[in-house]
């Protein structure tokens, strides 16, 4: 017998997908290793053996004692859907956050552009005031603080002499 259909004896019938997601591997690379077109890494060794309870010298070599066996298979299955149904969840609420960065991030945009906007308008009117408020006699400072804050003086123009 070899590794391969040791792996599919211990998988039983937990679907690939479930049993491949514990032991850290693609569905495909379970496959592969069930139809003995590849051998498992020490890594994947050591998560089904710990895992699934069996036997190191059993699953490599199928000498020994499988061990494990005690451990009811309905409860296997029950804790590996668990914890696939806690991934699927955390999946979903990945992709809904993800979305939201995507939102946050457009809406960070079109704000930005609208501060462009906004700057771009504010410049043109003081360029404006500058002409404009000399003829009045009167000139209008402004000044924008670091938190946005707007403070305005009125002040006399100074006397443009015709000399």
Known sequence: MSIGERIKIIRGKT???MFASTIGVAQNTL???????RTPNADVIVAIADT???????LLTGNGEKKGEQKAEK???RETSK???ATNRHKDQLEELQQEIKELRQDNRELRQDN?????????LRQQA????PLTGKLKITTYGPNGDINEEVVDAPKVSDD
Request: aromatic share 16%; proline share 3%.
């Open 130 to 133: 500058r002409y404009a408020e």
């Open 52 to 58: 699934y309870g069996v036997s190191f010298d059993w």
């Open 83 to 85: 914890d696939y149904e």
């Open 75 to 77: 409860d296997l299955v």
């Open 15 to 17: 679907p690939q997908k």
């Open 31 to 37: 496959g592969n290793y069930e139809r003995n077109e």
């Open 116 to 124: 462009r906007e906004l700057r771009q308008e504010n410049r043109e």
